[in-house]
């Protein structure tokens, strides 16, 4: 069923602070959630996340660099979605979040 009835969610960038680090390193990594159709007529819903990158302190202030980051993560799950015969969207928003 490759690709057919699928659907793609919009991709979204997550940053998560690491919580054993006493730097405030944070955890970049892009998402996407996929919908696929399931035997009861409804849908299951998969995230597909890219491998994600640790950024220390010293790096999360300088804006470019995380928003450098931030377009190599989404870069890499877009091809993760192409390599499984999915198309991304571009330019859906949801609230509270930054979507690629």
Known sequence: MRGKNVSVGPIKIK??????????????????????????????????KSGGVLV???????????????????SNLRQQLRVLGLKSHKGNRTKGERIL
């Open 15 to 48: 940053r998560t602070e690491d919580e054993y680090s006493t730097e405030g390193s944070r955890f970049i990594e892009a998402e996407a959630e996929v919908l696929v159709p399931n035997d009861h007529g409804g849908y299951t819903i998969q995230r597909i």
């Open 56 to 74: 220390g302190a010293g790096s999360a202030g300088d804006g470019g660099y995380i928003k450098e980051i931030e377009a190599e993560e989404v």
